[in-house]
């Protein structure tokens, strides 16, 4: 009896409710839509900051210093040592590790400064390189290497061209892949694989430092900065302040300003569907007059009411998240160029969001308990 | 007529119309904020992106390749070009002058410390330094600027004062030696033996090069160098605008002899705070240098800037959504609940077009008063997310007063059509009748 009451109403005031049913679906559609691209965007906005490039080095700490021309250098580390460490952590959050080993030596009878590394890695961990020509796609590829953009006009170098690096009474050649514009020291030197420069500087197995790009929130890189330094004692693993501080400051600001806004239109749209709920709550006095005067209790007739409303929220809600989440879905292609999936906890929350409001909405029809039926059905 | 039917209606029921002024004022005023901040999130931003420091490089141009390791030049003094000190007060006077936050120029100077006996590398440089501008004015400058990450236990040096600070790294290697209050000698070659005589202020952990450098006063830097009023690099730190296709090709002209930019496109480019044309400005001022945009920081910035400013677009545009769908079914129910008012009317002789009149003519007046209260709520909300968000209010908009109100009227006004629409086909009797 009470659900077929229901179902009757439902069916009775199909106008009406069209109303009432498109303020639900697109209120929910908004809230989910938004929700999930609140909780999506930290997510996307931690992995467009790793162009900044690396944020964690692991560098000797001061041991032995090497000499270049009379001052003080970094000293060197065995390579062995710093991938077993990289090897034992996750590795899912490092987006690109490479070692380098800096050597400076002489080409055209100029003094160059060389990076061993593994150049496949370069692309990844600079992805703001402007690079005309190729990327090394192979770390084991010792007949390339990419030079920087003053070292290619200095030496007049084009695609192709070979380059003979000499140290001490060794050479080494390899052709020019590709030309770097980074706007900073890269500009200034040579990138050829780690083996190469090893070999060219009679250094086997040593680097100087190692460069990771961590993603995450500052928490997560301090994190894995700390289980680095603890796998790795005897060296300096120190998180890049430039890159952390400015990356943690600046996400928090754009987080706190998507989420400022998102609760306002939250707030908003909660507000449109609880007007319209009510609204059609109003129109109903005629029915709870006429339940009324057949003798319905009135607890009785806001049950019925209250049901009608929670199922049109309910319905209207699982239709609306399932179009917000399209939405952000939409929204992380249009913005980021990668999809925001949508999250399981937001559908829950939408839906529970919008019954309750819709609830909320219909409580007016509670004040009719001490109204007379007669004065109802006579229209006032 | 008209205007008496209009007057009672405001005054026979004034619940239900504050009811849809209520509306209008919420859902204008989440427009009115979401819009504010949309409009000024760009400059905001950008200048919250300055915390990452310098994105523009200036070098001499016919200068021999640096040999630079780690953020720091190996190369002897007396090799490669160097800039001029006295010089950088031109940097204020380009067309984007204001646009320019800071600058910083550095000189590196390979000496020995006569306490450790070994090699290290002497920064020259400014914290906080006044510029002398041509103008008259002065410009106060440094590495607080250009390199705000930079922190200093102790204090920093006194501008052009014997003082220095030492790099982490030399002061953990050298506890004795390094001690902030010590007293450090500095020498150009390993045998002359007194050398320059410096104070140690404090020691900078920056986690780069300069944590095994001393950084000292950029005079003092010079004098030790040889090189009087010189330097070797500056880092510029600009507000831009990310870059776009104009950009692009405003950059590629100046390299390329094929691609011209038409005069209006010229001035546009040189018009726009570019990280090109900021550059290319410098080029002007600073003749025989090279000025490149530091990529990493420029393009991170670019990128990131569009698109936060395309999300919040989206976002606005989501806002500016709800706000019409609140008040369009608050003035679609408005008009629901009056069928009966409308049946009155028409049974009485009004004409169709007389009762939309009078319902859309209601509707406007209650979204310019709701509009305009909206927008001053609107703008008090703006101000209060700017505060909380960016530490400063956001100043509210007055170009955006009448695009709020024109919205108001045009949404409320398509909320009442469609009912209005269907109250038309009504027949006065059945209306009346109460179905």
Redesign the interface.
């Known amino acids: 009896m009470f659900w077929r009451l229901v179902f009757q109403l439902l069916r009775g005031s199909r106008g ?1 409710l069209g ?1 009432a049913i498109l ?1 639900i679906v ?2 929910a559609a ?1 809230i989910s ?2 929700l999930n ?1 609140d909780l999506g ?1 930290q997510n996307k ?1 931690t992995q ?2 790793r ?3 690396a944020n964690i ?1 692991i560098s000797p700490a ?1 041991g032995a ?1 090497a ?8 000293s060197l580390m065995p390579e062995r040592d710093v991938l077993a460490a990289l090897q034992q952590l996750p590795s899912a959050q490092v987006s690109a590790a490479a070692p380098y080993l ?1 050597i ?1 030596a002489r080409a055209q009878n ?4 060389v990076a061993g590394t593994w150049p496949d890695q370069a692309q990844k961990l ?1 992805a ?3 690079l005309e020509g190729n990327w090394v796609r192979s770390r084991e590829d010792q007949s390339q290497c990419l030079v920087g953009r ?2 290619a006009r ?1 030496m007049q170098l084009a695609l192709g061209n070979p380059l003979e690096l000499h140290y001490m009474d060794r050479s080494a050649q390899c052709r020019v892949a590709g030309i770097v ?5 890269e ?3 040579v990138f050829a694989s780690l083996s190469a420069v090893q070999s060219l500087a009679n250094l086997p197995g040593q680097i100087g ?1 190692a460069q990771l790009s961590v993603t995450g929130t500052a928490q997560i890189v301090a994190d894995y900065a700390a289980r680095l330094a603890a796998a790795l004692p005897q060296y300096q693993v ?6 952390t ?2 990356e943690g ?2 996400l928090g ?2 987080r ?3 989420v ?3 609760l ?2 939250l ?3 909660a ?2 569907v609880l ?2 709920m009510a ?1 059609l709550a ?2 109903r006095r ?1 029915d709870v007059g006429l339940m009324k005067s057949l003798g319905g209790s009135i607890s009785r007739i806001v049950g019925i009411f209250l049901a009608e409303v929670g199922v049109l929220g309910a319905v209207g809600g699982l239709l609306g998240t399932i179009l917000g989440a399209a939405l952000a879905y939409w ?1 992380g292609l ?3 160029g990668t999809a925001i999936s949508p999250r399981w906890e937001v559908f829950p929350a939408t839906i529970a969001l919008m019954i309750v409001v819709t609830l909320a909405g219909a409580l007016p029809l509670r004040m009719l308990g001490n109204v007379k039926p007669a004065e109802i059905l006579r ?1 006032e | 007529m008209f205007a008496r039917l209009l007057g009672e209606s405001f005054a026979r029921n004034p619940r239900r119309k504050v ?1 849809t002024a209520a ?1 209008l004022v ?2 204008m005023a ?1 427009a009115t ?2 819009l504010t ?1 949309a409009l000024e ?1 760009g400059d905001r ?1 950008a200048r ?2 300055r ?3 310098a994105n523009l ?1 200036v070098t001499p141009e016919s ?10 030049d ?3 003094v007396d090799e490669g070009a160097y800039l001029n000190e006295a010089d950088l007060g031109k940097l204020k006077t380009i067309f984007w002058r204001h646009n320019i936050l800071g600058f910083t120029p550095f000189l590196d100077v ?1 000496a020995y410390v006569s306490e450790t006996g ?4 002497l920064i020259g440089t400014w914290y906080k330094h006044e510029v002398p501008v041509p103008d008259g004015t002065k410009f106060e400058t440094g590495a607080s600027a250009t ?1 705000p ?1 930079w ?1 200093v236990q102790g204090r920093w040096f006194q501008d052009g004062a014997d003082e220095c600070v030492v790099g982490a ?2 002061a ?2 050298y506890p004795a030696a390094f001690a902030i209050g010590k007293t450090i000698h500095l020498t150009q070659n390993q045998v002359s033996g007194d050398g320059r005589p410096l104070v140690v202020t404090g020691i900078i ?4 090069a300069e944590d ?1 450098a001393v950084l000292l006063p950029l005079p003092v830097a010079q004098e030790i160098s040889g090189h009087p009023g010189k330097f070797r690099q500056l880092f510029v730190s600009a507000l831009t605008k990310p870059a776009d296709a104009l950009a692009e090709r405003g950059e590629r002209a100046q390299t390329d002899k094929n691609i011209q930019l038409t005069p209006t496109e010229y001035d546009r480019w040189f018009c726009s705070p570019y990280i090109s044309s900021i550059g290319f400005q410098i080029r002007t001022v600073l003749p025989g240098t090279d000025v ?9 910035e670019g ?2 800037l569009t ?2 400013g ?3 677009w ?3 545009l ?2 500016l ?3 019409a ?2 008040i369009a ?2 003035s ?2 408005t008009v ?2 009056r069928r ?1 008012e409308i049946g009155v009317m028409k049974a009485l002789g009004a004409s169709n077009a007389l009762v939309g009149g009078i319902f859309l003519a209601e509707q406007v007046l209650l979204a310019i008063a709701g509009g305009a209260i909206g927008f001053f709520v609107g703008a008090g ?1 703006a101000r209060f ?1 700017g505060e ?3 530490g400063t209010p956001a100043a509210p908009r007055l170009i955006l007063f009448p695009v709020v109100l024109a919205l108001a009227a045009v949404i409320a006004m398509i909320g009442s059509l469609v009912p209005l629409r269907r109250a038309a086909h009504f027949r006065p009797a059945v209306i009346l009748r ?1 179905e």
């Open positions: 009406r109303v303020a697109s209120g908004v839509a938004l691209l965007v906005l467009e900051f162009t900044l490039g080095v001061s210093p000499q270049i021309s009379g001052a003080e250098v970094p800096y400076v100029i003094r160059v400064v600079d703001t390189w402007k003053n070292v200095r514009d980074a706007g900073g020291a500009d200034n030197q430092v120190r998180p890049i302040r430039q890159v501080e400015a400051a600046l600001r754009i706190l300003l998507i400022s806004m998102v306002l239109i707030i908003l749209t507000l449109c007007g319209t609204a109003m129109e005629k929204m249009r913005v980021f229209g | 009811l509306a919420i859902g989440v904020a979401t901040i999130v931003l919250e992106f915390s990452l420091g490089l200068d021999t390749l640096p040999v630079e390791i780690g953020g720091v190996y190369r002897p390979p070994g090699a290290t590398t390199h990450w922190k790294g030399l953990e290697k952990s920056t986690g780069d095994n490149h945009a530091i990529r990493r920081v420029a393009e991170t990128r990131i698109r936060v395309t999300l919040l989206i976002v606005t989501a806002a959504g709800a706000a769908l609140a079914a608050t679609a129910t629901l609940e009966a909300l997310l909380s968000v960016f109460g």
